[in-house]
């Protein structure tokens, strides 16, 4: 039934068509990015932005724009007097303690979101607005309502991160897989136990990612609010500098602000890596 | 029809550290008009890469393909590609994934509909991708294929990621259009029995990119899946697969012991 | 790379009443449940007005709402804001665009932009409003820049997300197939890359927004961020607050009466 045939080239090839036209950019990428590493880019990058910063403010001359050494100058004596650490922790205090707030505030909404569309609806208006209003407003209303102090900070930050918590324990809770649930019927678990290995470590993801959200959109409206109504504090301190004419100092503080949130939302998104690897792989 | 020349085809791998390898040594093969042919192989055999070279989406280091057809005058043969995933467009309905891929924009349709009954589907033609199962999906990409009529049909392992009830049911989906139109087919599988059942012809690659051996299929058409005389051949062909797998794992234990 | 995650709320999962299923477009449990949050938010700012004695009641905020509009000052300012805001934002889209789509494609780029962008996120708004009203003073380069400046990392990072996640094998497809380069365009780049250019676009406008409020409070001789600090100097917080509703108007008519139907018709397909 078979037969081996080895082809022959019987009659002579005909005159050689062009070969298929080559997938100009579609086809498979066989180079690997055999460009320079990423932190030599970056580094660059950052060199030439440097470079023309310290260009534009030599041109200008006048200290409203000050030279990068300047900037860099004020920074250090923020960090090396103990300023940066002082206000850094105030400021980060207060988020924290918003942060808690909006913990205890967002975890049952988002509970009751997450196990009914009713309440999905209900809160979805003002979450909206809560997660979307100005930061303008945010720090007129700390300021108007609870004067100069750390109070108004705390709270707005507790409004700006309650939605991203709720949102994402609703997502959490609506995420316990119906599956789960059952075999924890057919197995005769307790509510107890449900709760704490079925619900628990969903609701622990779904927060923490809320606050990894939420995170650096609640700083900024915290700083703001210092800006306008606090004695202590990040913010507080780039509005004195404005008053003052400082602008390297505002611009120092500023630096160390990014560079510091930068570093904790690194921080965050690495121990979310750790801690719910598993989720990860599921993900 | 269409013909399909293979002649002398290399092609050479070379990687970040400069190793090459050479994925295609010498590939001499001619694909006749109107034949479904199947290409086989272990892993590493290349032969996804003659697919990728033959259909224009890789190119090769040297050597010729090419593609005849009757009906052009043009050397553009118009080709026909089922992959191993459905590749819908997730944004447009079935029907305008067939459409997406004709040349001519007005009087397809009839075409493209007709292909969709032949695959069972001709009623979804207004859902999205989203909507269908994998199989469903799988068959609207065969239908799509079909449906532009090309001169040369090229199929990628097109049922690998299925269950086996649902390829089963797509090869038989499969050679009833084929029968229906009997475009030159070129048809890349890991499933030996799957060739013998589907192929008149299969081209065996060994490892390194040669051709091994070429083994006509004469059995009568359609073919059932529980017909004896497929199964005895299958058991040939796939001891013989055997043994070739068997050599080339020597091989490479072979290379690694004495790299 | 901090991406911007959605934080509006998915549109709500509405559950069929039992009985009856009524096929208008409004679902009556969602209009309770949003007439039911409104009228919750009324008692709240009730409570509030007694609990604290500067709060402003809504009959006196509605009432100098009407007040500002028979002065002109309502629909005038808002049009100059207007201005500002849809100038620097077209700037910033553009320019966001171009180097968004630079930085999917070309990893050099991307490499070089990234921290620069990231800083971008990270800044708070109120630097550059501080900033531009010291440099440029009360012009409106003041307000136009700090739009530009906050809404730009926003479209790039978006931007530059979208297209990178243009489906490499669905192009191999269309190239298989010989499919023409402008079909590839229309027909596969395009949609892939609309749905996250809607999100950059309402990323930016929130940002912008911001932007726009605090350079026209600290650095302005008009537009809806002045008038509402002229209330708020004068000690007058009924006027402050009613400017408080345009900001809050605005921002929900765009995003939920124009972007947030825009963004769903343009990804229907994924969840049809």
Redesign the interface.
């Known amino acids: 039934m078979t037969s081996t045939v080895v082809p022959t080239p019987g009659t002579p090839p005909p005159a050689p068509a062009p070969p298929p036209a080559p997938?100009s950019g579609?086809?498979?990428r066989r180079t690997r990015?055999g460009?320079?590493p990423?932190w030599l880019?970056?580094l660059?990058?950052?060199v030439t932005?440097l470079l023309a910063w310290w260009l534009v403010a030599a041109a200008i001359g006048d200290a409203?724009?000050p030279s990068p050494l300047a900037v860099a100058d004020r920074m250090a004596d923020i960090v090396v007097t103990g300023a940066a650490l002082e206000h850094f922790v105030a400021s980060i205090g207060k988020i924290l303690a918003g942060f808690g707030i909006a913990v205890l505030v967002g975890i049952p909404v988002g509970f009751l979101m997450g196990r009914s569309?009713?309440?999905?609806?209900?809160?979805?208006?003002?979450?909206?607005?809560l997660?979307?209003?100005?930061?303008?407003?945010y720090a007129?209303f700390g300021l108007?309502?609870f004067g100069v102090g750390a109070t108004g900070p705390v709270v707005v930050s507790a409004m700006v991160a309650v939605?991203?918590i709720a949102?994402n324990v609703a997502e959490g809770v609506r995420s316990v897989d119906g599956h789960l649930l059952d075999m924890c019927r057919a197995f005769d678990r307790s509510p107890a136990a449900v709760a704490r290995h079925l619900y628990v470590p969903a609701l622990t993801t779904f927060v923490f990612a809320g606050v990894r959200?939420g995170f650096?959109?609640a700083w900024?409206v915290e700083?703001?609010t210092e800006?306008f109504g606090a004695s202590s504090g990040v913010?507080f301190m780039?509005r004195r500098a404005?008053q003052e004419?400082q602008?390297a100092d505002?611009l120092a503080w500023?630096m160390l602000?990014?560079v510091l949130?930068?570093l904790i939302?690194r921080g965050l998104a690495l121990a979310e890596k750790r801690l719910f690897s598993w989720r990860k792989d599921l993900a | 029809m269409a013909s399909i020349e293979i002649r002398n085809l290399v092609k050479t791998f070379t990687d970040a550290r400069g190793h090459e390898t050479r994925v295609l040594d010498g590939i001499d093969l001619t694909l006749h008009g109107e034949t479904f042919t199947s290409v086989v192989g272990p892993s590493g055999s290349g032969k996804t890469t003659l697919l990728n070279i033959v259909?224009?989406?890789e190119t090769h280091t040297s050597g010729t393909v090419t593609m005849r057809s009757d009906a052009r005058a043009s050397d553009?043969a118009?080709?026909?590609?089922v992959?191993q995933?459905p590749?819908l467009?997730?944004?447009?309905t079935v029907m305008q994934n067939l459409g997406?891929?004709q040349?001519v924009r007005t009087g397809w349709q009839e075409r493209a509909r007709h292909y969709l009954d032949l695959v069972g589907l001709g009623h979804l033609g207004d859902?999205?991708p989203?909507?269908l199962s994998g199989g469903q999906q799988q068959r609207v990409g065969i239908a799509r294929a079909f449906a532009?009529e090309p001169d040369v049909l090229?199929m990628d392992e097109p049922f690998s990621h299925l269950d086996a009830m649902t390829s089963r049911t797509l090869r038989e989906h499969l050679e009833r259009i084929w029968l229906e139109s009997r475009r030159t087919v070129m048809f890349v599988t890991h499933d030996v029995t799957e060739a013998v059942q589907l192929s008149d012809r299969i081209v065996v690659l060994a490892p390194g990119g040669r051709v091994h051996e070429i083994i006509d299929v004469d059995l009568p058409r359609p073919r059932r899946a529980s017909d004896p005389a497929v199964a005895v051949l299958q058991a040939e062909v796939l001891a013989r697969f055997e043994a070739l797998e068997a050599q080339a794992a020597e091989a490479r234990a072979l290379a690694a012991v004495t790299a | 790379m901090?991406t911007t995650?959605t934080?509006?709320?998915a549109a709500?999962?509405?559950?069929p009443p039992a009985r009856r299923r009524r096929r208008s477009p409004v679902d009556p449990?969602?209009l309770?449940?949003?007439a039911?949050?409104?009228a919750?938010?009324l008692l709240g700012w009730w409570a509030a007005t007694l609990a604290?004695d500067?709060?402003p009641s809504l009959g006196e905020t509605v009432d100098r709402l009407g007040s500002e509009q028979a002065l002109g000052e309502l629909w005038g300012n808002l049009a100059i804001s207007m201005n500002r805001f849809v100038l620097g934002l077209v700037v910033a889209l553009v320019v966001g665009a171009a180097l968004g789509v630079l930085m999917g494609l070309s990893?050099?780029a991307d490499?070089?932009?990234?921290?620069?962008t990231?800083?971008g996120?990270?800044?708070?708004?109120?630097?550059w409003a501080?900033?531009t009203t010291?440099?440029f003073g009360f012009g409106w380069l003041t307000p136009v820049t700090t739009v530009f400046l906050a809404a730009l990392p926003f479209v790039m990072v978006n931007i530059a997300g979208a297209v990178r996640a243009v489906p490499?094998?669905?192009?191999?497809?269309?190239?298989?197939?010989?499919?023409s380069r402008t079909?590839?365009l229309r027909?596969?780049i395009a949609?892939?890359v609309a749905g996250s250019t809607v999100a950059a676009v309402r990323f930016a406008i929130?940002s912008a927004?911001?932007g726009l409020?605090?350079a026209e409070?600290f650095g302005s001789t008009s537009g809806v961020?002045w008038r509402?600090r002229y209330w708020?100097d004068a000690n007058q917080?009924d006027g402050?607050l009613a400017w408080?509703v345009v900001?809050?108007v605005f921002?929900?008519v765009v995003?939920?009466l124009v972007l947030g139907p825009v963004e769903r018709r343009v990804t229907?397909?994924?969840?049809?």
């Open positions: 997938a579609a086809g498979p990015s460009g320079s990423r880019v970056s660059a990058a950052i932005a409203i724009v569309a009713f309440w999905t609806a209900y809160f979805s208006l003002p979450l909206f607005v997660g979307n209003v100005p930061g303008l407003t007129v108007v309502v939605p991203f949102i959200y650096a959109m900024k700083a703001l800006v913010g780039i404005y004419f602008v505002m500023t602000f990014i949130m930068v939302e | 259909s224009g989406i553009d118009k080709v026909g590609y992959f995933d590749r467009l997730p944004w447009r997406f891929v040349d859902r999205f989203a909507q532009v090229l | 901090t995650p934080l509006v709320p709500a999962t509405t559950a449990v969602q309770a449940a949003g039911a949050a409104i919750t938010i604290g500067r709060v990893r050099i490499h070089a932009l990234a921290d620069l990231m800083a996120l990270a800044a708070p708004a109120v630097i501080l900033l010291m440099w490499a094998d669905l192009v191999l497809m269309a190239r298989a197939f010989g499919v079909d590839v027909h596969i949609p892939a929130m927004w911001n409020l605090l409070w961020g509402s708020y917080l402050f408080v900001f809050v921002l929900v995003d939920q229907r397909w994924r969840t049809a």
